[in-house]
């Protein structure tokens, strides 16, 4: 049984296009994240959700729209998908926000933009 | 802005030899933790560390976090063509942020 989810694995889209992504945990934690890995393996926070709420807003585009119906579920949503968006998106989740907590990681979503 | 450096960010060995990699910051990190990514998949976290001057060893992997909490270092012994991978170094800040992460260490042993 997967410990966090993501759909679909793969994306391919045109420029403009609005899609999203799924994501779920079945490890009862707390909070939730997104990350995004570019073409050089760099990991960086996008978003941090605590119980629905949201607590982390990195500097990203406001195009991008994370939203949390439950805390088993982060959703991302983005739209007017531009050639930079390309890039490879996790999820990941553990049982609170404090520095000892390890974090679980969905396989990720690679996005292609064309 | 906190960042972790990591260092080599490329590295191909010989099965069995031995290897280091760094991961070091100007700043104080309250834990480091690291990772290991395979391809297609997500970072699997393989330790933390949470007191200065502390060792863990997780079989042939030792772990490290300086005694001033901005460094780590990982060695790993007799290296096998299992242990391929990317490793990372994540460390969370004082303000107990996300997991900020280091741009990690490809590493390739081959038999």
């Known amino acids: 049984d997967t410990a966090v989810s993501q759909t679909p694995k793969y994306l391919v889209t045109q420029m403009g296009n609005d899609k999203s992504i799924k994501c779920e945990q079945n490890?009862?934690?707390?909070?939730m994240y997104w990350y995004k890995q570019d073409s050089k393996k760099f990991l960086k926070i996008m978003f941090s959700?605590?119980?629905?709420?949201?607590?982390i807003n990195e500097t990203v585009p406001n195009r991008f729209s994370p939203k949390s119906p439950d805390k088993a579920h982060l959703n991302l949503h983005i739209n007017s998908l531009e050639l930079g968006d390309s890039a490879v998106y996790f999820c990941?989740?553990?049982?609170?926000?404090?520095?000892?907590?390890?974090?679980?990681f969905g396989s990720g979503t690679r996005l292609t933009v064309v | 802005t906190q960042l972790l450096e990591q260092s080599p960010q490329f590295l191909s060995i010989q099965e069995g030899e031995n290897l280091t990699v760094y991961c070091n910051s100007s700043?104080?990190?309250?834990?480091l933790q690291w990772y290991r990514q395979e391809p297609g998949e997500g970072p699997v976290l393989l330790v933390t560390?949470?007191?200065?001057?502390e060792v863990k060893k997780l079989k042939r992997l030792t772990f490290q976090f300086g005694d001033a909490r901005k460094d780590s270092s990982l060695h790993i012994t007799a290296a096998q063509p299992g242990d391929t991978g990317l490793y990372l170094c994540?460390?969370?800040?004082?303000?107990?942020?996300?997991?900020?992460f280091g741009k990690g260490t490809t590493l390739s042993v081959s038999s």
């Open positions: 990941a989740s553990s049982q609170g926000s404090r520095r000892f907590y390890g974090y679980t």
């Open positions: 490890l009862g934690h707390d909070t």
């Open positions: 959700y605590n119980n629905k709420e949201l607590i």
């Open positions: 700043s104080v990190f309250s834990s």
């Open positions: 560390v949470v007191t200065g001057g």
């Open positions: 994540a460390g969370v800040g004082q303000a107990g942020t996300a997991l900020i």
